[in-house]
């Protein structure tokens, strides 16, 4: 079974070669590095994503991310709040007094690690992007993000009727790669609505997979574009459609769409459909100005040869803000 993931990755040479996350939505600077910086506390981002279910060397996919504002006037330093002001702080009226971000800075950095069968990726970058409103209530930032890539591969793990298989080698066990890691987005975002759009793996990187000249793989560059908007149904509810496509050089479009129906600042559900491929149900919780956490289950259209043996994908998100001088219960500017 690992033989058999491992060979579709890698007759994919040019295909997907990035985790998927089905809640990029709680989570946007995983795609874009604009977002560095966006809000007014640190945020700090885990998450644990566990693919195919019960098929061995399924991928897992492991991440960190951490960004924060430099020079941004509405950035209090004060110890947390743990009390809110009203019953709901973030109705209609507090958006329609929204105003744009102040001119600033962003850091960040972004750890992720994804294996799949005997293949495994580490990538660690940092980030760094400028804030600027254009207009009343709307702000435009634009980021980039620079690091390094590892992609290790362990031929112990594979299952061969043949041990002698011109396919993967007959040299060393392991076989490690190194390349950089370069990313850059854009923007746009508002009281009702974002879009942005960026580029990861921008420089093309030929890497190998196995000690052998019959397989290796070129990082090509994945293309992110999305956008939402927000719709109060009532003072407390708000629904959030938005839309992600998924640009990859000789692959299908990929597309999601979303919607989140959120009460207040405390909770909220939705869903995901990607086509093609399958559903997604997500829940969150804000527990408190300092921490929330979300779960998504993700069941696939069983259209290709795992679905049938496959029980769904788990993705669990725990959210940290540190220094939120604020108060606030959930994102002001990524919803």
Not at 315 to 324: A, D, K
Request: proline fraction near 5%; aromatic fraction near 14%.
């Amino acid at each position: 079974m690992l033989l058999l993931i491992g060979v579709g990755l890698l007759n994919k040479t040019n295909g997907q070669q990035r985790p998927h996350y089905t809640q990029y939505i709680l989570n946007n600077y995983i795609l874009n590095p604009a977002i560095s910086g966006i809000e007014n506390y640190v945020d700090v981002k885990l998450s644990v994503r566990n693919q195919w279910v019960g098929i061995p060397g399924a991928p897992t996919t492991f991440y960190a991310t951490i960004h924060g504002p430099i020079g941004k006037s509405d950035f209090k330093t004060n110890p947390t709040s743990f009390a809110m002001k009203g019953e709901n702080p973030r109705g209609k009226q507090y958006w329609e007094e929204y105003t744009a971000s102040p001119p600033h800075h962003g850091i960040g950095f972004t750890m992720m690690n994804y294996r799949t069968g005997y293949i495994n990726r580490f990538t660690a970058y940092g980030t760094y992007a400028y804030h600027q409103g254009i207009g009343a209530r709307t702000t435009l930032a634009a980021g980039f993000g620079a690091g390094i890539a590892g992609t290790n591969t362990d031929r112990t793990k594979i299952e061969l009727a043949n041990p002698i298989d011109p396919a993967i080698g007959a040299g060393s066990s392991v076989v490690n790669s190194i390349s950089p890691e370069l990313n850059a987005g854009l923007w746009l975002y508002g009281a009702d609505y974002f879009a942005g759009l960026s580029v990861h793996q921008i420089i093309p990187t030929k890497v190998e997979l196995v000690d052998s000249a019959y397989y290796g793989s070129t990082l090509v560059p994945h293309l992110f574009a999305t956008g939402g908007y927000r719709m109060f149904m009532t003072e407390d509810w708000t629904i959030l459609p938005s839309v992600m496509m998924r640009y990859i050089q000789a692959m299908p479009l990929y597309v999601d769409f979303n919607v989140k129906a959120q009460y207040q600042d405390r909770f909220w559900l939705g869903g995901s459909y990607r086509l093609q491929e399958g559903f997604a149900f997500m829940a969150g919780m804000n527990i408190s100005q300092t921490f929330n956490l979300s779960y998504s289950y993700d069941i696939n259209n069983a259209s290709y040869l795992l679905g049938p043996m496959q029980k769904g994908t788990h993705e669990i998100v725990l959210g940290f803000m540190l220094n939120n001088g604020y108060g606030d219960m959930c994102p002001r500017n990524v919803w």
